[in-house]
């Protein structure tokens, strides 16, 4: 099931220029902008987001009871600088740090399921082109009271 999903995953972002940086269990992390930052565009990222979460709402609708149980999905998104590339000499990938990252990896443990959730940063470079609901400040593990909103559609 993870195999199926991600392998549309990978699909769905090669569309929008996402680069997948790794999957990590079940969690599957992709970034915006790179190695090109001009090729970073929010907008590309939700609507992306979108069709992941359609993906899955429609793999859950077609379960009969019999079939495999599709699971849900919580997606977190956020805007802002990092740093990339390869370190050490072994086992070499490519991977992503910073406070960015780490903001991210929070819109995601705060959403709900099936859920687009993103940060202030990002809700202020796609609010023309999408509905989104705001949350209001909602704790994040050590980062404190984040303004956060689920995007709900597309205007």
């Known amino acids: 099931i993870v195999d199926t999903c991600f392998r549309k995953f990978d699909e769905i972002i090669s569309r929008y220029s996402i680069e997948k940086i790794k999957t990590i269990g079940d969690a599957y992390?992709?970034?915006?902008?790179?190695?090109?930052?001009?090729?970073?565009?929010?907008?590309?990222?939700v609507l992306a987001a979108i069709e992941i979460r359609n993906f899955i709402q429609s793999l859950q609708s077609q379960n009969t009871g019999t079939g495999p149980q599709y699971f849900d999905i919580r997606i977190g998104i956020h805007s802002g600088p990092l740093v990339a590339g390869v370190v050490g000499n072994k086992k070499f990938a490519y991977d992503i740090w910073g406070d960015t990252v780490n903001t991210a990896a929070r819109m995601e443990q705060n959403s709900d399921s099936n859920k687009i959730n993103i940060s202030q940063a990002t809700y202020d470079l796609i609010k023309d082109k999408?509905?989104?609901?705001?949350?209001?400040?909602?704790?994040?593990?050590?980062?404190?009271?984040?303004?956060?909103?689920?995007?709900?559609?597309?205007?």
Do not use: W
């Open 29 to 45: 992390l992709c970034v915006s902008g790179l190695p090109n930052p001009d090729d970073h565009n929010a907008c590309d990222v």
């Open 130 to 155: 999408f509905n989104c609901t705001g949350r209001g400040k909602q704790p994040a593990k050590n980062k404190g009271l984040i303004d956060m909103y689920f995007v709900e559609a597309q205007n």
